[in-house]
């Protein structure tokens, strides 16, 4: 395990970092040298259109492929160097993920979705996790359809129940690929703002996206261009911020 | 929580799930109705040879030249197996082993048997009339006799165009133109004597034979064995007296080989029809069969004298509704039968025919002359009288089991030419009045090919004679002053024997320690200094027997491995399926911090709750069909199941352990099956999870 205290405070850091994919004879250079700092308890968001790297960004921070060069550190840890047992229990301890396309297991119910997680840990016990699930699936507003299963749930509700089930270990980082690509503008609209309210419990989001409306409510937007960061814009005012909780903030 | 997840899976890819289940099921359900099957007919064969042949061990001699093969015996030549000297010596040794219950002398031969024409037939009834009563049947066998001697100058007329030997031709011709004359009967009752001996070695060999019998039997203590074989059972007639000579009909053995060849074919047509629904239309065997009988219609009208035939003539004439007077073509008319007429005739042919005719060449209470050799070469023969048939109890339709025939020891040893110290002067008289002379068997090499020109046995041509066929008066004779001595249990008891059978006190015990045992007899009999080895009934029986069992096992197995083998392709193929379908899920899970080891887990839950699933009902099933089965028994429907069911049903038997075998197959299947599918669905990258389906 590495420490570099230099740059513990951030709790993800990209340094210089390039990705290749071999694809057929030619090689994909998905990132050709990316810097990025994330704080704990940032909002951001990483845009660009497809293909960009934002999603090979999103893969590097989440533990689940390391960088061809270059320095990926997760909460102080190189990723790199760890094997692959120790980076999956990075993910289980340090990561959330939100998928676009939901990634519920289909055969358990609501419940059982969000307490997935958990069960995977050893180190929290059985009230304790029916606590936080219960506590989750409350605060996703969904106690009433918790015997349902994700084929029975609208679009919106399985993002939620998606949602509960990467909070559910409370993971310092959150990472959402396109949350809301698969969803109307309404009911994107209420899921960025359940993020939001999650967030600032101090949990660190860091999107991938190429909607307008996710970049709306971002405080930080960096935007990537062929594998290189083309703009990184902080302290931004989110805008469109319905919460009336957010707008005090 | 992994459980829920297999389950579910379960249920969500459900026509999947059941085509696995069924074959794991079916599988499972085969081991265990299998098992309950080999078992029993393990049980079965373990029946039929330990309790009609073998006992549980079988004692022979150590000094013997093949191995004792029980069942071979009767198929190739007789092994050499030496003798035990003195059969109560061994009997004595034994009284050591407190496990010991009975041991039953024996000894297996073989020997030819000339099967008598009619004409000799009723040569010996004629005989019997005049010596023995009653005499009022003299005049109608006397007609039958002339009605032979009739036929048989029109097949010497045909014989003499193709005879090499004019002569002999000639004067067989005359021979048989003098017994049909009247001259030759008016003189008869004067001295009968003189004229049964012209028929007999005149007129009696002329006959049409009936062909040659090879008779197997076992030479035992009769009283013994029936007490101690536990399938014996006397089918007509009776036990041989304790202490008496004599032959008991194998039912089997009586119906294949000594019974009138028509009646025989028509039983065979029958046994085809009820037990295997064979159609004569369709089957050329029956067809066959058939037409044999049509044109051997000798075999019954021959046997019919003038009163009898008319008889007979009449009642078929009715059943037919014909008015065809010629008998033969009024029986070949009658044994033409089809699909439709078949019962009836069979029917009405022994209610019609069979109580005019002789149904078996040898009946009970007839004496049967065996005719055999010494090991030397030397020819035998013994007169035993045949007391009755017997059956063994569920074999009756078994050609293994109706291999052999039982005749009393003594006669056994006579035959054999085994030495018998307990009455050598009443054997010298024997030969003595056979015109022959007593060769040392142990000697019999010097005696006959070498030494002093006075020690060659002077044997005269009776002994040759008898054996060619030609006239077997002197040597029967010789025999008959046999027939009739008694003997004690100890002479029995004393001389020697081929072998024994050893039955246990506790049969349970055959079962479970059969070789502790063996090998305590074993050791009784060498501390008596006897040279005689024991081997358990699985040897005894020989491979031709255990070939049979081993057969079935063998076929088991191969059964259970091909249904695995598809079990486990179509497991490992259903599962890959099933990982390929899941690779986002999988993705997800891994990504979400599920270790590798947590996917095999998910893999091996998902297997392993289909076979104890599947696994479950297939026992379930299992177990009923052999609780089934071994309520109602699996009918055998050939020959070599009868012997195998050790009866006429199979009933499989049920065991905890053949469930536990089951459980044992099923699990490794699935062990083996889930392995591949795991390991490529815990290789899945958590990076998957990215990738979306659509």
Same mark, same amino acid.
């Given at each position: 395990m590495t420490q570099q205290p230099s740059s513990s405070n951030h709790i993800v850091a990209l340094e210089n970092v390039t990705k290749d994919y071999p694809l057929g004879k030619t090689t994909v250079h998905a990132l050709r040298g990316v810097d990025i700092a994330l704080d704990k308890g940032e909002f951001?968001?990483?845009?660009?259109?497809?293909?960009?790297?934002?999603?090979?960004?999103? /893969?590097? =921070?989440?533990?689940? &492929?390391?960088?061809?060069?270059?320095?990926?550190? =997760?909460?102080?840890? &190189?990723?790199?160097?760890?094997?692959?047992?120790? !980076?999956? /229990?990075?993910?289980?301890?340090?990561?959330g993920f939100i998928f676009q396309s939901f990634n519920l297991i289909p055969v358990l119910d609501l419940y059982q979705n969000v307490e997935f997680p958990l069960l995977l840990r050893n180190d929290i016990s059985k009230i304790e996790r029916k606590r936080r699930t219960l506590e989750l699936i409350e605060r996703v507003g969904l106690t009433k359809q918790m015997k349902q299963r994700p084929g029975e749930l609208s679009g919106g509700q399985r993002q939620r129940v998606a949602i509960a089930r990467a909070l559910v270990t409370r993971p310092a980082i959150v990472l959402a690929d396109e949350p809301t690509a698969n969803l109307d503008s309404a009911t994107g609209q209420s899921i960025l703002d359940l993020m939001r309210e999650m967030n600032r419990d101090g949990t660190t989001f860091l999107f991938s996206t190429h909607d307008p409306q996710v970049m709306s409510v971002a405080r930080r937007v960096i935007r990537i261009f062929d594998g290189k960061i083309a703009a990184d814009d902080h302290g931004l005012q989110p805008q469109a911020d319905t919460h009336p909780a957010a707008a005090a903030h | 929580?992994?459980?829920?997840i297999a389950l579910r899976n379960l249920r969500l890819h459900w026509v999947r799930?059941? =085509?696995v289940g069924f074959l794991l099921g079916a599988g499972t359900c085969l081991v265990v109705v299998g098992q309950g099957a080999i078992d029993a007919i393990q049980a079965g064969v373990r029946k039929s040879v330990v309790d009609t042949l073998s006992g549980h061990l079988q004692l022979y001699s150590s000094n013997a030249k093949d191995e004792l093969e029980l069942y071979q015996s009767a198929a190739l030549a007789v092994p050499d197996l030496d003798q035990i000297d003195d059969f109560a010596k061994v009997r004595d040794a034994l009284t050591t082993v407190p496990e010991v219950d009975a041991i039953i002398p024996m000894g297996l031969? !073989?020997? =030819?048997?000339w099967g008598e024409s009619t004409l000799e037939t009723k040569l010996i009834e004629l005989r019997r009339a005049i010596t023995d009563g009653p005499r009022d049947r003299v005049p109608s066998l006397i007609a039958h006799i002339r009605l032979l001697c009739g036929t048989l100058v029109g097949d010497l007329d045909k014989l003499a165009k193709v005879a090499a030997d004019t002569k002999e031709a000639e004067q067989q011709k005359a021979d048989v133109l003098r017994a049909n004359s009247d001259a030759f009967w008016s003189e008869f009752e004067k001295d009968p004597d003189t004229a049964l001996e012209f028929l007999d070695n005149r007129i009696a060999p002329l006959g049409l034979q009936t062909g040659i019998y090879f008779f197997n039997y076992v030479g035992t203590d009769l009283q013994s064995y029936g007490k101690n074989f536990g399938l014996f059972r006397i089918e007509s007639g009776q036990m041989v007296p304790d202490g008496q000579r004599g032959f008991l009909f194998n039912r089997f053995f009586y119906e294949k080989n000594v019974k009138n060849r028509t009646a025989r074919?028509? &039983?065979?047509?029958?046994?085809?029809? &009820?037990l295997a629904?064979?159609?004569?239309?369709t089957n050329s065997d029956l067809q066959r069969q058939i037409e044999r009988n049509r044109q051997q219609v000798g075999q019954i009208t021959d046997q019919l004298d003038a009163e009898r035939g008319q008889l007979v003539k009449a009642a078929l004439q009715k059943e037919l509704g014909s008015t065809e007077p010629d008998l033969n073509k009024l029986v070949g008319e009658f044994l033409q039968t089809t699909d439709e007429n078949f019962d009836a005739r069979y029917e009405a042919f022994y209610r019609i025919i069979a109580p005019q005719i002789r149904l078996y060449a040898y009946m009970v209470g007839d004496t049967i002359s065996l005719y055999g050799q010494t090991k030397s070469g030397y020819p035998r023969a013994v007169n035993v009288k045949v007391w009755g048939v017997f059956r063994y109890e569920g074999l009756e339709r078994s050609g293994l089991a109706g291999v052999y025939n039982l005749m009393d020891l003594m006669s056994f040893r006579d035959l054999n030419g085994m030495s018998d110290p307990i009455r050598p002067e009443e054997l010298q008289a024997i030969r003595e009045r056979a015109g022959i002379k007593t060769i040392d068997r142990d000697k019999a090499e010097d005696e006959l090919f070498g030494g002093d020109s006075d020690l060659v046995a002077e044997v005269d041509n009776t002994a040759f004679d008898a054996l060619a066929g030609n006239d077997i008066s002197g040597l029967r004779r010789a025999a008959q002053e046999a027939q009739n001595s008694a003997f004690t249990q100890a002479e029995l008891e004393a001389g020697p024997v081929v072998n024994a059978a050893i039955f246990l006190k506790d049969p349970a015990q055959a079962l479970e320690n059969l070789e502790d045992i063996q090998a305590r007899v074993a050791a009784a009999l060498e501390k008596s200094g006897l040279p005689v080895k024991v081997v358990p009934w699985t040897e005894a029986r020989g491979t031709l027997v255990s070939s049979l069992s081993s057969g079935i096992t063998i076929f088991f197995f191969v059964l259970v491995g091909i249904i695995f083998l598809v079990a486990l392709i179509v497991i490992v193929n259903s599962l890959l399926m099933s990982t390929m379908e899941r690779v986002q899920e999988i993705g997800t899970i891994r990504a979400m911090g599920a270790q590798r080891s947590y996917v095999v887990k998910m893999f091996a839950i998902e297997a392993g709750a289909m076979t104890v699933i599947f696994g479950t009902a297939g026992m379930a099933l299992g177990a009923a069909i052999v609780l089934a089965l071994g309520a109602q028994g699996v009918p055998a429907t050939s020959e070599v199941l009868f012997f195998v069911f050790g009866g006429k049903t199979l009933n499989p038997v049920l065991e905890v352990g053949h469930l536990g075998v089951a459980v044992l197959a099923i699990g490794i299947v699935t062990l083996f099956a889930s392995l591949v599918p795991a390991i490529v669905a815990s290789r899945i990258p958590p990076i998957a999870a990215m990738q979306a389906k659509e």
């Open positions: 951001a968001v990483l845009a660009g259109p497809s293909g960009s790297g934002k999603t090979t960004v999103l /893969n590097l =921070i989440g533990c689940v &492929d390391v960088a061809t060069t270059g320095q990926v550190r =997760i909460a102080g840890q &190189d990723t790199k160097v760890l094997s692959e047992s120790a !980076r999956t /229990n990075l993910r289980l301890h340090t990561l | 929580m992994l459980l829920r799930t059941m =085509i031969g !073989r020997s =030819i048997v074919r028509l &039983d065979e047509i029958k046994e085809a029809r &009820d629904g064979a159609l004569i239309a």
